[in-house]
């Protein structure tokens, strides 16, 4: 915790000073370890999200109203070339709650959009 509060005071003696001031290499290689990666636990997270998200669009868009999903029609509907779906990252989407919420929300969307407008 130290460095944090190297920092602190580095970034107000900068700003007490009325001058334009080049900030050392150093200050900025400290500031930057302690961040930490610029794509740490919160894009991993976001990347995961998404991917879970279009994999239950994917899905949703292509199973019937009565059709069920197990994890091998999961893989076979939502995986691509480039995108493959592991049997493990299935299995979890399909045990959680937020995926079958998704999933169902995308089928009554699909329902929804196929049905004939009434005028």
Not at 70 to 98: E, G, V
Request: net charge positive; aromatic share 8%; charged share 30%.
């Amino acid at each position: 915790m130290a460095s944090g509060h190297t920092i602190a005071f580095m970034l107000e003696g900068f700003d007490w000073c009325g001058d334009e001031v080049r900030m050392p290499a150093s200050l900025v290689l400290l500031i930057r370890h302690q961040l930490g990666p610029l794509k740490g636990d919160f894009h991993k997270e976001y990347k995961s999200h998404e991917a879970m998200s279009q994999a239950a669009w994917i899905a949703a868009q292509q199973l019937e109203p009565d059709d069920k999903l197990s994890i091998n029609r999961l893989i076979r509907l939502a995986s691509s070339a480039d995108r493959p779906i592991p049997r493990s990252t299935a299995a979890r989407w399909l045990k959680d709650q937020k995926f079958q919420r998704m999933v169902e929300s995308f089928r009554k969307l699909k329902q929804m959009r196929s049905r004939p407008q009434d005028k």
